[in-house]
């Protein structure tokens, strides 16, 4: 009997856990969700270098950088769900209000298609819940 996986997506990731063990014993059981308790935002100090206009002083500003990658996290199906999580939450520490979150994940559908825009709002929506749940 063969110990293979039919489905190549299922092989693929038992080669990388195979991998990461072999590498790093620890990373074995490495979640990504794990990661973003790690680290759930940046400083606001950090967030301005990376996503903010500290190098191109006429640019665009952290919550429009961040914005816009919300947008293209959607084009892309929503399929990385710790990427789309971990922008809502520095677009928010960045100033973005929750309503321009939800305009930019809508604005989507039109060239992401429905499934798209309604996973990432789902995505979205648990980080302002929990948001709110650790202001109160």
Do not use: Y
Not at 124 to 136: G, H, P, S
């Amino acid at each position: 009997m063969n110990d293979s996986p039919a489905n190549p997506f299922e092989l693929m990731l038992r080669q990388a856990q195979e991998m990461a063990r072999a590498f790093n014993p620890g990373l074995e059981s490495f979640s990504p969700k794990e990661f973003e308790k790690l680290w759930p935002t940046m400083p606001k100090e950090l967030m301005e270098v990376w996503f903010g206009n500290a190098v191109n002083k006429e640019g665009l500003d952290a919550r429009t950088r961040l914005l816009l990658t919300l947008a293209g996290l959607t084009m892309l199906g929503a399929q990385s769900e710790t990427a789309v999580r971990q922008t809502v939450r520095h677009a928010l520490a960045a100033g973005a209000r929750k309503q321009e979150i939800v305009e930019t994940i809508g604005l989507m559908s039109a060239f992401a298609g429905i499934p798209a825009m309604t996973r990432a709002l789902e995505l979205a929506q648990q980080v302002m819940d929990e948001n709110e749940e650790n202001e109160t």
